[in-house]
């Protein structure tokens, strides 16, 4: 008998599908197969040059050592202003903990109030990490399908429906991944009043994607429109994916102090504190120049409306047009019971979304990831944080791999 065993609620754990699906895309890669990959959820710019500089500077200056467990006090300062001037919410910066990015925010939060039994209701489709990180602190994901014909959002009724005695947390993702669907003022009204209702019920708001909104559209915040929410909702944001800082590994959150308090506890028994570094660099993102922000928007903007017009034209294959974020989820519904040709996976019937995504990739050396992994079926999630060549070539591909399935 083994003297190693992993914990029973850790064994109902899996891996994130886009890690096994990027190490998958290495391993054929090393392989010497010729992969377009679809799969990124990072921007393709780099970090800019003043944040970059900030970092250099602190290392330079000797801010080398251990900050304080919720992250320095300039630091939170920069956050709270940025909740204020972003999203009309105001915070002290002793209801602000810095993290290790904002999956490590969400994580530290269940951790702490999740208890066996305790239900948390996802909207899906979701990102892929918020279901296993509620069974990893022993709760139960309630997922709720959010279909097409609701733009995969929410509904006041659903949300109503899924709500139990047990309900601990919603989470709420806008704009989301994989959709990129953001809420309006009017649908989270709507939500709000459903939670007025039943006040045992908190909300964790991630608004990762707040900043890549396409259009004019405004981002409203579920507490901004109804401040009795404030103290029960986590509000959790990062500079990953706004400033292209995925690899600093700084995320935040911010809430009531006795949940900001429990989360600094677990995070002092854990992780100590965020990089120091990393800090330096992400006070130089909240507080410095954002003039690149339109430009990075409006290059997804531009990369999504092409690979929409190529996605579009090929027969059995719809996508969404997302209001933010940038990912395109594809509606793979006419795909689905057709019969792939004489080659690799000869024959075979593609019964999922999860065999399109395979054949894609086998067939037409694609990477994609299959609907499934994000909790609502047929369809995949394409990337559009590539180049525009990338996405033209992988266009070409689906297109062909497509129109020899029979
Ligand atoms: N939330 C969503 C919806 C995401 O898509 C991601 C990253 O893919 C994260 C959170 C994690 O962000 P971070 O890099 O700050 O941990």
Redesign the pocket.
Same mark, same amino acid.
Do not use: E, P, Q, V
């Given at each position: 008998m083994s003297a190693i065993r992993i914990a029973a609620r850790l064994r109902r754990v899996k891996l994130s599908p886009s890690s096994t699906a990027t190490d998958r895309l290495a391993q054929l890669r090393r392989e010497g197969r010729d992969i377009v990959s679809l799969l990124v *959820?990072e921007p393709d710019f780099e970090t800019p040059e003043h944040i970059r500089r900030a970092a250099i500077d602190a290392i330079e200056s000797g801010q080398t050592r251990y900050t304080q467990t919720s992250g320095t006090l300039a630091l939170r300062q920069a956050i709270a202003a940025k909740f204020a001037r972003d999203n009309g919410l105001h915070y002290d910066p002793r209801e602000i903990i810095v993290t290790v990015?904002?999956?490590?925010a969400?994580f530290n939060a269940l951790s702490v109030s999740v208890e066996p039994g305790d239900e948390v209701i996802i909207p899906a489709p979701y990102?892929v990490s918020y279901p296993d990180m509620v069974l990893a602190c022993d709760g139960t994901p309630v997922i709720v399908p959010c279909p097409e014909t609701d733009g995969f959002l929410l509904t006041p009724a659903a949300l109503e429906a899924a709500i139990t005695p047990a309900t601990r947390w919603l989470v709420l993702?806008s704009p989301s991944?994989p959709t990129g669907a953001a809420y309006n003022a009017a649908q989270l009204r709507g939500l709000a009043d459903v939670l007025l209702r039943h006040p045992q019920v908190a909300v964790l708001t991630?608004d990762?994607?707040e900043h890549i909104r396409f259009g004019a559209a405004d981002n409203p915040h579920i507490v901004a429109l109804e401040p009795a929410l404030r103290e029960r909702t986590l509000v959790v944001n *990062?500079v990953?994916k706004t400033y292209a800082m995925?690899g600093w590994?700084i *995320?935040y959150a911010a809430g009531p102090s006795e949940l900001i308090a429990a989360m600094d506890m677990l995070q002092s028994q854990s992780t100590s504190c965020a990089s120091s570094i990393s800090q330096a660099a992400a006070l130089a993102a909240l507080r410095g120049d954002t003039g690149f922000l339109p430009d990075w928007v409006a290059s997804y903007e531009e990369r999504r409306d092409i690979a929409m017009q190529r996605l579009n034209a090929i027969p059995g294959l719809a996508c969404y047009s997302p209001d933010g974020a940038f990912y395109l989820w594809v509606n793979c519904a006419g795909l689905i019971g057709k019969r792939t040709p004489a080659g690799g996976l000869a024959g075979q019937r593609l019964d999922s979304d999860l065999d399109v995504a395979l054949y894609l990739l086998e067939s037409a050396g694609v990477a994609v990831i299959g609907g499934t992994s994000y909790g609502l079926s047929p369809y995949f999630r394409a990337s559009i944080a590539t180049s525009v060549e990338v996405i033209e070539e992988a266009s070409r591909r689906i297109a062909a791999a497509v129109a020899s399935l029979v």
């Open positions: *959820g990015g904002a999956k490590h969400i990102w993702n991944n991630d990762i994607y *990062g990953s995925t590994r *995320g």
